[in-house]
C-alpha cells in the first residue's frame, strides 16, 4: 500500500541540504527520514531503514553519486541534482527517475516527486496479490482470531487505540491494533491511506471529489497531507 515517501538527502553542501529539506517539508507526500553528507553514509542508513526515494547529489566526497550507483543494485526511485548539466546524459544511463539542475526551483522539485510518486503506485500495482488476514477482535467478551479476505474490507477507521474495519456485507469489527500497523500488513496496492483515520480499499470507490470518496454512499474524507497520493494513484487507473 502506498503511503508517505520516506526519503533520505545525500549533498554535503549545507545551503543545498537546507534547501531540498525546506522542500521536502513543504510536500505532503514526502517524510524525511535522513540528511547524509556523503555516499558512504547514505549507504548505511539503506541498510538499516526502509527509503523509497534517494535524492543524491553527484559531487561528493570519497564516492561520487555515480560511483554509488554504480555500487548499488537499486530498489529504491533515485533523482540525481548536480550543478554541472554535462552529467545529464551519463545519469540516465542508470535507473534514475529524475535528473535536477541546481540551482533547484520548488515546481522542478514537485515535478520530479510527482513523478516519482506515479512510478510507485505502479510497482505496487504490479505487486498487488489478493490474500486473506487473521485479525484479532473481541466477540461476547472473547478474543478470537478471525480470517477476513483481504477483498471484502472497504474500509479502516482508526477510533483511539481500536480499529473499526467495515467490509461489504458491512460487518464491522473492532481491533486493538494501531493503523500504522496494519497498514504495514495490508501490502495489497488496493489500500491506500486518505486521511490520518481512514484506509481504504480503492477497488471499492463509487465517486469521489476535492473533499472526500464515496464508499457504498459513505462519505470519507481526504486529508491535505494525502490529496497528492490519492490524486497520483487515481491516474493510473
Known sequence: MLSQIRCIIVDDEPYSQETFQSFVKM?????????????????????????????LDIDLPGMSGIDFLKSKTFTCK???????????????EYPV???????????????????????????EKAKSVDKTIYIRSQENGETIFRRVFVNDILWIKSDGDYLNLTTTNFSEYSILNSLRELEEELTSSKFIRIHRSYIINIDKVDAFDEA??????????????????????????
Open 27 to 55: 510536500t505532503a507526500s514526502l517524510e524525511l527520514v535522513a540528511v547524509c553528507d556523503s555516499a558512504i553514509e547514505a549507504g548505511n542508513i539503506l541498510q538499516t531503514k526502509k527509503v523509497d526515494l534517494i535524492i
Open 97 to 123: 527517475s529524475d535528473f535536477l539542475a541546481k540551482p533547484v526551483k520548488y515546481s522542478r522539485f514537485l515535478k520530479a516527486i510527482e513523478k516519482v510518486s506515479s512510478e510507485l503506485v505502479i510497482l
Open 78 to 92: 533515485v533523482i540525481l541534482i548536480t550543478a554541472h548539466t554535462n552529467f545529464a546524459l551519463e545519469a540516465f
Open 212 to 237: 472526500g470518496v464515496y464508499i457504498q454512499n459513505k462519505f470519507l474524507p481526504v486529508g491535505p497531507t494525502y490529496k497528492l497520493i490519492l490524486k497520483e494513484y487515481l491516474k493510473t487507473l
